[in-house]
C-alpha cells in the first residue's frame, strides 16, 4: 500500500471529501489529487499538514507501509527518514538481543543437561541400612556382631547367652538417600534416654529414578535445541 493510498483510505473512513481535505490541507483539491493518485510526493510540509488534517500521527502511518517503498520513495522526507533510521536501529537492538538469548539458552542447556544425567543435584541412589535391635547403656555399639566373642561360662550358659540375644533381635530398616557410611549409630527417639540406641548397618544401595533429573535433562535439550535452531536463523539472516 502506498502513502497516497492509505491517507485516501483514512479520508474516506472519516467521511471527508477531497475538496473538504484540501480545504484544511490548505492546498488545491487537484495537487490532493495527485498526492493520493501517487503522481507526486509531498514534501515535509505538505506531509505534516496531510497528517494534521486526519489527526493521524507519523509513526502510525509509517508502520502501515511497505519499509522498500519508503527507502524508494519517501526517505527524502526527513522525518520520515529519521523514523526510519530509529527502526533500523531497533530493529540491530531486537536481532542483538536474541542473539544474546540464543547463547543464553546454548549456556543454560549444558550444564542443566549434565546435572540431570550425573545426578547431582538430585541423587537416585538410595541406601538400605538395618539395624539388628536396641543397644542397651553401657554395651558396645556391635554388641550383635561381637556377642558371640562375648559369650562366656560352660555350654549351657553360652547357649543361654546366644538365646537372649536372639530374643533381643528386632530388626529395623532405614532407607536413606544420604551415604551415612557403612555403620552409623543413633539415639532412639522414643527411649527414656539418649543411652538406648541402634546401630545400622549398609546392607544394600538401590537405584530410584527421580523425575527432577528427567526434568532437567528434558528442559537441557529443548534449550539447547532451540538455542541452536535461532542461532543458525540469525545468523542466515545476516548473511542476506
Not at 55 to 62: I, N, P, R
Not at 76 to 94: E, F, Y
Request: negative net charge; hydrophobic residues 40%; glycine residues 4%.
Amino acid at each position: 500500500m502506498t502513502l497516497g493510498d492509505y491517507l485516501k483510505q483514512q479520508r474516506t473512513e472519516q467521511d471527508l471529501s477531497q475538496a473538504e481535505l484540501a480545504e484544511k490541507m490548505g492546498v488545491e483539491q487537484s495537487y490532493l489529487s495527485k498526492l493520493e493518485g501517487e503522481r507526486s510526493l509531498p514534501s515535509a510540509e505538505i506531509l505534516a499538514a496531510w497528517l494534521s488534517a486526519l489527526s493521524l500521527e507519523l509513526e502510525d502511518v509509517l508502520a502501515q507501509l511497505d519499509r522498500a517503498y519508503l527507502h524508494a520513495k519517501l526517505s527524502r522526507i526527513p522525518s520520515v527518514d529519521a523514523w526510519l533510521r530509529q527502526q533500523k536501529v531497533q530493529s540491530l537492538v531486537r536481532e542483538r538481543m536474541r542473539m544474546y538469548a540464543a547463547v543464553l539458552c546454548i549456556a543454560l542447556a549444558v550444564p542443566m543437561f549434565y546435572l540431570g544425567y550425573t545426578q547431582l543435584l538430585f541423587s537416585e541412589t538410595i541406601y538400605e541400612y538395618e539395624s539388628p535391635g536396641v543397644v542397651l547403656p553401657g554395651e558396645p555399639q556391635d554388641i550383635y556382631h561381637l556377642a558371640p566373642q562375648m559369650q562366656s561360662g560352660g555350654l549351657a550358659e553360652r547357649q543361654e547367652q546366644h538365646l537372649d540375644m536372639l530374643h533381643r533381635r528386632k530388626p529395623k530398616i532405614l532407607l536413606l538417600s544420604d551415604y551415612r557410611g557403612e555403620q552409623f549409630n543413633r539415639p532412639i527417639p522414643e527411649a527414656v534416654n539418649d543411652s538406648f540406641t541402634r546401630t545400622y548397618y549398609l546392607e544394600a544401595t538401590h537405584q530410584q529414578p527421580r523425575w527432577q533429573n528427567t526434568l532437567l535433562q528434558a528442559l537441557g535439550l529443548f534449550l539447547g535445541t532451540f538455542g541452536l535452531v535461532l542461532l543458525i536463523i540469525l545468523l542466515r539472516s545476516q548473511k542476506r
